[in-house]
């Protein structure tokens, strides 16, 4: 609420202020860097007999904001158009709730802390003084050092793991505002997990399940100099 705030006063300033760093775009290399903050959620299809395991009635997920730092490089390519790689490191929590027959309740914790490398480009529009929007597509590799694939399980321990290597496809839109120094950059971007990316086993709660995959809403401040 803050951020919002602060850029509704910030933007008309910005695109009636004096051009500042005309040439930036112009170079063809800055790096940079990012603050993330996401909320987790998950996708997921229940088996048609999920109801028939133990007394199990209904399934539902709960997601939790969490945080993330990385580094960005930008490569231009066009005008309009530019090549964005990052590195980051995100924490993700998100729960699954079990609930059964007579007032039981299981949680699985699902806490991810990924490593993500994701490959983007970015689609600019034309710079109003210090202002301009960009829309952002691509995909993201992540490998997760906390997933839960070798944690031992059982019926009546709630563990349901996702694989630590996964893709997705993100889609975002954002800001570029220009100071003298550096570029400040909003973002709001959606990635979603590509594939079936539950671990399989014999137990009741990811029994439960046929299918998988994770998804981040993110809203990330990068800073390019």
């Not at 088996?47 to 960005?72: C, E, L, N, Y």
């Not at 202002?131 to 709630?158: C, E, H, Q, W």
């Not at 800001?175 to 014999?202: A, C, H, T």
Request: no cysteine; net charge neutral; proline share 4%.
């Amino acid at each position: 609420m803050g951020i919002g705030l602060a850029l509704m006063t910030l933007l008309p300033k910005l695109g009636l202020a004096q051009v500042v760093n005309p040439l930036y775009d112009r170079q063809r290399i800055h790096f940079g860097f990012s603050i993330i903050s996401n909320n987790a959620k998950l996708k997921y299809s229940t088996a048609d007999d999920f109801m028939d395991f133990d007394t199990m009635q209904t399934v539902r997920t709960i997601s939790f904001p969490g945080f993330g730092v990385g580094g960005v490089v930008n490569f231009r390519l066009l005008d309009y158009w530019d090549l964005r790689t990052m590195v980051n490191i995100q924490f993700v929590e998100r729960h699954l709730n079990f609930q059964f027959k007579g007032d039981r309740l299981e949680e699985a914790q699902i806490r991810s802390t990924y490593l993500e490398i994701p490959i983007q480009l970015k689609y600019k529009s034309k710079r109003h003084q210090n202002i301009r929007m960009y829309l952002v597509g691509g995909s993201t590799f992540r490998y997760d050092f906390a997933s839960d694939i070798d944690t031992d399980r059982s019926n009546t321990k709630p563990i349901v793991a996702l694989q630590p290597s996964t893709f997705s496809y993100d889609l975002g839109v954002g800001l570029d505002l220009y100071y003298e120094y550096f570029k400040f950059s909003p973002e709001f971007r959606i990635s979603n997990g590509l594939g079936n990316q539950l671990v399989k086993d014999d137990f009741i709660f990811s029994g439960s399940m046929t299918r998988m995959s994770p998804k981040l809403i993110q809203f990330i401040l990068h800073f390019e100099g």
